[in-house]
């Protein structure tokens, strides 16, 4: 019983539970062809089909996940950039942050075919779009976490006669750093989505067009491959970004 409600409150094993639990449910409907094997591979398939397009999927894979994290890199400092203008001029934040909003109103699905007809089919575009998908939350709560700084300890500070960059390295900083790990944590899982988007509607390399080229010739055993890939990335990032917002959280509570 004991060790039974030490499962419970293991957050990581709940996790790897249900995704244990996925996979089962998944191979009992494949094994009992509930649903067709050409509509629903099951799991043993699609991983036959990554191992022997290895050749094929790895090419792709790799440019996407590099337009995904230069993309999202960019996009970071963008977020941090635009929150920190928009904390030090008031006007522009009335100026700029209505459009901040529309931009996240726009699905990137719609705004990805301008850009690319825009910029071409680079590698450019690719990058704005994953940009376009990413920055809000993280400028939402870097804006945050500067508006929410402890006003009092900056007040004592300087009046004994802190330095701005202690002020800045002591008070600011740490503050709101928590916000800004937590806004990427948020945004994370949509910077490889939206590198898909851009590739789907045009590239000639990359896991969006792996996927649509196998959707088109009714490959669904490869499609779904390919998703799962993507899948697998996207829970990577956002799983790197928790981690990381934990363990600055517990040095900040004085926790080694």
């Known amino acids: 019983m004991v060790l039974l ?13 249900s995704f244990v639990l996925f996979l089962y449910l998944w191979q009992i409907i494949s094994i009992h062809k ?26 792709n894979l790799i440019a996407t996940l590099e337009v995904t994290f230069i993309g999202f890199f960019f996009s970071i400092l963008f977020g941090i950039l635009l929150a920190l203008i928009m904390h030090i ?22 705004i990805a075919p301008l850009i690319i007809l825009w910029l071409g089919f680079g ?19 870097t804006l945050l976490g500067l508006r929410t700084v402890d006003s009092d300890m900056i007040d004592v500070l300087k009046a004994i006669s802190a330095k701005k960059s202690d002020i ?16 990427i944590e948020i945004s994370s899982p949509y910077a490889i989505l939206g590198t898909l988007t851009a590739e789907w509607m045009g590239t000639t390399v990359g896991m969006g067009l792996y996927i649509r080229r196998s959707f088109s010739s009714f490959r669904l055993d490869q499609v779904f491959a390919g998703t799962i890939i993507i899948i ?8 790197s970004a928790t981690i990381l917002r934990q363990r600055f959280t517990r040095y900040l509570g004085g926790e080694k």
């Open 232 to 239: 697998i990335f996207s829970l990577l990032m956002w799983g």
């Open 34 to 59: 509930l649903v067709p094997s050409y509509i629903l591979p099951s799991p043993m398939e699609t991983l036959q089909i990554v191992l022997t397009q290895s050749n094929v999927i790895l090419p």
């Open 5 to 17: 409600v030490r499962l419970i409150k293991n957050s990581r094993i709940l996790k790897g539970i």
């Open 89 to 110: 001029a008031k006007p522009i934040e009335d100026l700029i942050y209505p459009i901040a909003v529309i931009t996240q109103s726009t699905p990137t699905i719609a």
């Open 123 to 141: 590698t450019l575009p690719k990058i704005v779009v994953v940009i376009w998908a990413t920055f809000f939350p993280i400028t939402v709560n």
């Open 168 to 183: 800045f390295k002591y008070v600011i900083f740490p503050h709101t750093f928590t916000y800004i790990i937590t806004g």
